[in-house]
């Protein structure tokens, strides 16, 4: 009789890879979370297919960062190849890339910024033209789907264009639709070292006061062409996931993101919270109120909770 029920076909697992490492490196602030090097991913991925889960969202930290983030498109950046090695140890795995600059940018943005006296501005056609070369990029090296995370305008139906033209039909394409500037995204940017050195993100995410604007943000990204709709974070925001899904009728992701699982985790060590029960609550509320998929660094703890 329950009407929500989860699986572990339901989550997706972020995974960071380090072009720096030799050996993973657990980040302080969400514990048993690791960025992992180029030997270790494979591994990670294989298990977690192992667990049931159907999907990875690959995050790359390469070595250098430059002010045109050149690793983030170059052939053998650390996405390509760790792509390259999981897609050929787990060829069966659905391989998601990040797609966004901000971790191959020396300044930390997202995109390619212009510096005004005081002011600074994202200049979005020069930013979405190394977003379409990173996407075709991971295209080539295996992704199955790509996932910008950007927020720019018009790159959904660029990418879209590009991976077409270039044979890769199939690839799909996971937009952040809409993608908040959020609080909760603290400890993220030291899993990926990508805080930005100046200014902040909010001339490019969306305002947390606003849902109407969402929607808005998320017909443009339906009518360029976007596979799945994705929001982030995801339980502040759940009221949007109901009316993206209710609206569009298109497959609908959430972001469950570092702070909101910092927080739970951070409770649980205090004994505040029960955090397997905590989990599983917030998760099937996320389904119920209209996720198709879950993005979230329990994705691997889910799949075996959701099996007993
Ligand atoms: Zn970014």
Request: glycine residues 6%.
């Amino acid at each position: 009789m329950r009407e929500t029920q989860l699986s572990a076909h339901d989550f997706v697992l972020p995974l960071f890879v380090s072009e720096k490492l030799e050996k993973r490196r657990a980040i302080a602030s969400m514990p048993g979370v690791f960025q992992f090097s180029l030997k270790e991913i494979v591994d990670e991925a294989h298990r977690a297919q192992d667990s049931g889960l159907q999907a990875i969202l690959l995050f790359g930290i390469p070595a250098e960062k430059d002010e045109q983030a050149s690793g983030a498109y170059a052939e053998n950046g650390i996405v390509q190849k760790a792509l390259r090695a999981i897609k050929t140890k787990c060829p069966d795995l659905v391989a998601i890339t990040d797609v966004c600059l901000c971790e191959y940018m020396s300044h930390g943005h997202c995109g390619v910024t212009r510096i005004d006296g005081d002011h600074f501005h994202v200049l979005n056609d020069e930013t979405v033209d190394l977003l379409v070369k990173t996407a075709l990029s991971h295209a080539k090296a295996g992704a199955d789907m790509v996932a910008p995370s950007d927020m720019m305008d018009g790159r959904i139906r660029a990418i879209r264009e590009a991976l077409d033209v270039n044979g890769f039909q199939e690839t799909g394409i996971m937009s952040h639709a809409a993608k908040f500037a959020s609080a909760f995204y603290g400890p993220f940017r030291d899993a990926a070292e990508s805080p930005p050195q100046f200014g902040d993100r909010r001339s490019y995410q969306m305002d947390c006061a606003n849902a109407d604007e969402a929607l808005r943000e998320v017909a443009l990204d339906v009518a360029e062409g976007a596979d799945i709709l994705m929001i982030k974070p995801a339980l502040p925001y759940i009221d949007i996931l109901w009316r993206v899904r209710e609206r569009f009728g298109k497959p609908t992701a959430v972001y469950h993101v570092s702070g909101e699982y910092a927080m739970v985790k951070a409770a649980a060590e205090k004994g505040i919270v029960d955090e397997r029960a905590a989990v599983l609550e917030i998760m099937t509320s996320l389904k119920r109120a209209g996720a198709n998929i879950i993005v979230t660094y329990w994705a691997r703890d889910l799949a075996e909770w959701t099996r007993q």
